[in-house]
């Protein structure tokens, strides 16, 4: 496993999910975590662990480059913010694609704007982006805002990592299936039949179970550190597109 002794990680969305996983990963791997969400609540429960915690909403300009200043240099940015929307292209409004557009896609771009030049400073660094296979890897039904903006955000990965490759900065992406978290209990309760719901999660899951948070943030562990990739979106996804 990676040792992140003597680096500094910033997990965006580090509340729940994903996101708290793998800052607790981090955390375990050595490092030092600042670990932000808009949930101060979620957010604060992570100081208990030794974890730094702030307040960070990533759909502010102002707030990412107040962080970064405050913070200083980080060696590690992990963009897990992400939302959700359900409908095909027919059904999705502007104001939903948008959004998604702001918080999917727009959020890394402020985070790198906001904390490259200190990875530049100090000769390098490692930034991880939350994708999904619901993306440019695998067209799935009824997510076409979120496809549309997991796709950019595999784009703006690679188009990162090849303008910083020689300066020491790797940038991957993460391409999750179907992962317990508390936002997917909400999407399995929203529909009403949350057994049924739960049950075609699962069904397209060909490892026959959901994938968990701790399973993904090994992920995020192993790509922080992992010295000789750049540019790649790693697909982990219970088989789903093997
Ligand atoms: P989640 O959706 O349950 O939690 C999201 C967290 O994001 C919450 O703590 C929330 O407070 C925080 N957040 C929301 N808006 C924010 C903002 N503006 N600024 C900062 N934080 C904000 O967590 P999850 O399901 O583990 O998802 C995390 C990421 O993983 C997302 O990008 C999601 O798209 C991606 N992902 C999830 C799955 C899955 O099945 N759960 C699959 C593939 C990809």
Redesign the pocket.
Known sequence: SQDLGGKTALV?????????ASALAYKRAGARVIA????AA??ESLAAEGIETRL????SDQAVKDAAAEIGPVDILFN?????HGGTVLETSDEDLAFAWD??VR?MVRTARAFLPGMLSRGGGAIVN?????SSVKGVPNRFA?SVT?AAVIGLTKSIAADYVAQGVRCNA???????????QERMRAGGDYEAARAAFIARQPMGR??T?EE?ADLAVYLAGASYTTGQAYVIDGGWTA
């Not at 932000?36 to 949930?39: G, L």
């Not at 897990?80 to 959700?84: K, L, M, Q, T």
Request: contains cysteine; negative net charge.
């Open positions: 965006t969305a580090a509340g729940q999910g994903i996101g708290r932000t969400d808009i949930n979620a957010v960070l909403d990533v759909l897990c913010a992400g939302v959700v918080l999917n959020a939350m994708a999904s296979v619901a979120y997991k993460i391409c999750p299936g179907t992962v317990e978290s508390p936002s997917l959901l994938g948070p993904i």
